[in-house]
């Protein structure tokens, strides 16, 4: 009996797939770095709400690890970066062989859904002041009322200064809101709506001012004195707004969660925490075998439009960047021939499987939280559309690795076939003829003003694109 048991155990354990506990696999002092790793994250989190911010912080990194532009390295510096209208960076370290071999390129984004305000948005109603917003990205919108917001961005005046505005994140500095209705009015033009048509786009306007200007004979005092306010501080006229990216996003912090403090929850996680755990990864690599490359795009929210975002050409102009640095003649054929020759990974998050609605997950498939990174080998709806799906031979080759690096993986993709589906990046990669799969932090409330991961699995997600890096 005992022998029969003894042999059922050793067939279980040499075919079975098993996912693995990350937790079950930490000894205490990877669990401790995984901690550590966690509060570097919380700073980064609470200083990039935006993806102007996100830059700022990611250059300031980068260049005190030694990345320069490439004018200032004079031809021999193998840390390289460059920015792209200050939404959107690359980074590049030159690796040992030859770069003709192909990159090591890990792409994120660092924009998130927000509440942009619209181009003419100060108005007056009531004796209060409001703006109008515009939402961005996939909202739900009943999460962005009643919670206390910041205001982040950019106004450029006619004379071309760049005004930069953070009113929100500092102890003692005011925020903004949107007001809900009260229960007791709202069963007809709420509660007996669907949900998405609960809260109108056009309702999310965002509670600004009550002083009137001193003179009751003038209009809109309330808007007037506003307006006299930005004059007084910023230098700004009503117009200045029309030339302006100002965006609003929850004003509260990252903050672990539970007992034991084993989560952490923020907003902006998708996608910045594979933005940061790639951005770590890439400092700690010096002296890579491939030419390793961390791309951090803008406006994957909105379909990766735009010229910061993944549809555009940046990649290859930061290559020109990348091959003059290694001393090589930048031609067409060769960016062509390199893009084609690299391996990446489209370093987004996905849905870790909810407890209180399991029934859009399927179990078998989809990412459980705390079973560390999880590569997706495609993503999409309707059937795998609008998916770059990873070939089985590209799966085999960063499977062995991540195995053979000891790391903790999970394959997964975004709930049930019919459910729902979403996009990433990889397919704008994938054209250039490179490998690329998904691979990045399972999260919970994915979109919310406050989304959950565990530290353990944002641990994993740097370890993970670390080895990517490091490779053999
Ligand atoms: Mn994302
Ligand atoms: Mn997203």
Known sequence: MEEIKE????????????????????????AKEAFSFAEGYKGFLGDAKTEREAVGEILKSAQGVGFCAPSEGEGNNKRIYRLNKDKNIGLATLGERPIEEGLRIIVSHIDSPRLDLKQNPLYEELDMALLRTHYYGGIKKYQWVAQPLALHGVVVKENGEKVRIRIGEEEGEPV?????????????VQEEKKLKEAIEGEKLTILAGHLPYPDQGAKERVKLRILEFLHQHYGLVEEDFLSAELELVPASKARDVGFDRAFVASYGQDDRVCAYASLKAMEEVVAPPYTTVTIFMDKEEIGSEGNTGA???????????ILKAAGKDPGDTLVREILFNSKALSADVTAGIDPNYKDVHEAQNNAKIGYGVCLSKFTG??????????????????????????????????????EGGGGTVAKYLAVHGMDIIDCGTPLLGMHSPFEVASKGDIYETFRAYRVFFEGE
């Open 381 to 418: 709806a309707g059937g795998k559309y609008y998916s770059s799906d990873a070939s089985a031979e590209y799966v085999g080759e960063i499977r062995e690795l991540f195995n053979r690096k000891d790391i903790t993986w999970q394959m997964g993709e975004l709930g049930k076939v019919d």
């Open 7 to 30: 042999a059922t155990k050793k067939i279980e354990e040499k075919v079975k797939l098993k996912g693995k506990l990350v937790w079950d696999k930490y000894d205490e002092s990877r």
């Open 176 to 188: 903004f809101t949107i007001c809900d209705l009260l229960p007791h009015l709202s069963r007809k």
């Open 311 to 321: 549809k555009s050409r940046f990649l290859e102009l930061f290559l020109t960047d």
